[in-house]
């Protein structure tokens, strides 16, 4: 593979109640919502993304908030775990603050020279905080809720369950330009580049466990980074060379994005980094308004009739931290 990604662009889920899903992300977690838009298939429903202040690629989580959708289930041909990098020493008040948000977390675990502390947000998505301590260049969002001395830096790493690796692995190795780095039992981890928070899959291998059901409180797909439309291009190319079934090469106005599966059934993304968030409103404003694609932009008035309202907590807004 001559073209290599350099790590995670974004995780995408599927939530339940949008109002709920901000308040969870934005006050348990301390992220900040960076854009407020809608499902280009689905413009009756949010896309939300949360970041860090600007929505650096690898600090995004993003929800498809569908209020009617039927719960998921957890199993193989799905990414099943969702991590974020946080400071080392921060578990400890991770899990008093969680505690105060009615979340409840599990004993912190220990493996691999990390600590990792797991629970599940609102509509039952499995996440986790991983402290480590080769630390975490990355700034993080301060809020007063969640000071940037504990915050989330970014994404740590994705968990995909699969029922055998060896498929999986050349998808990651032959397709994404990731290098094997480790195996501790069932789980083998892969990186991109030179690895480190942001950088890291792993897949852990159950052929016992029955197959998963993508819905409400799973992930939708995984993407990673590309660092420009040309270099994608030429992505795309190699994949369908490899024989991969690729998609056209999208419009998400925030980057461009192709799709294809990995053997074992994860949905994957390769997404540009620019041109980012701030293409169509300023920084300090992000997330705070609904922005639409030109092509959707005529049904403006339909769509906000369609899509409940949302409050945003304070803690969205800098000059109110």
Do not use: C
């Not at 429903?45 to 690898?58: A, I, N, R, V």
């Not at 016992?208 to 190319?237: K, S």
């Not at 922005?291 to 800098?318: T, V």
């Amino acid at each position: 593979m001559s073209i290599k990604t350099s790590g995670l662009h974004h995780v995408t889920a599927i939530g339940g109640n949008p109002q709920r899903n901000v308040d969870f992300y934005l006050r348990a977690l301390g992220l900040r919502l960076v854009k407020t838009t809608v499902n280009f298939d689905d413009p009756g429903t949010y896309h939300l993304y949360y970041g860090d202040q600007s929505g650096k690629p690898g600090s995004l989580i993003t929800f498809f908030p569908w209020s009617d959708a039927p719960a998921g289930r957890l199993g193989t041909g799905q990414a099943t775990t969702t991590a974020f990098s946080v400071p080392e020493t921060s578990l400890g008040w991770w899990q008093q603050h969680l505690k105060t948000h009615g979340v409840e977390t599990s004993q912190i675990r220990n493996a691999d020279n990390e600590e990792t502390l797991t629970f599940r947000d609102p509509d039952g998505l499995q996440l986790a905080l991983v402290a480590h301590p080769q630390g975490d260049p990355r700034d993080p969002w301060d809020t007063k809720l969640v000071p940037a001395e504990n915050a989330i830096r970014g994404l740590h790493s994705v968990t995909l369950s699969v029922t055998q690796e060896d498929a999986t692995a050349g998808m990651f190795t032959d397709g994404l330009g990731l290098s094997f780095h480790s195996q501790e039992g069932n789980r083998f981890r892969f990186e991109a580049g030179e690895g480190g928070p942001g950088a890291l899959v792993d897949v852990l291998v159950t052929p016992e466990t029955p197959r998963g059901l993508v819905a409400t409180g799973t992930v939708h797909h995984v993407a990673w980074r590309a660092p420009d439309e040309p270099t994608q291009a030429a992505w795309r190319e190699e994949l369908v060379d490899k024989g991969v079934n690729v998609t056209s090469i999208l419009d998400r106005q925030y980057f461009r994005s192709i799709y294809f599966r990995e053997p074992g059934g994860t949905l994957l993304e390769v997404a540009t980094d620019a041109p980012g968030f701030t293409y169509d409103e300023p920084l300090l404003e992000l997330g705070r308004a609904l922005k639409l694609p030109p092509w959707l932009e005529p049904r403006r008035d339909e769509i906000e009739h369609m899509l409940p309202k949302l409050n945003l907590p304070s803690e969205n807004n800098p000059e109110q931290k």
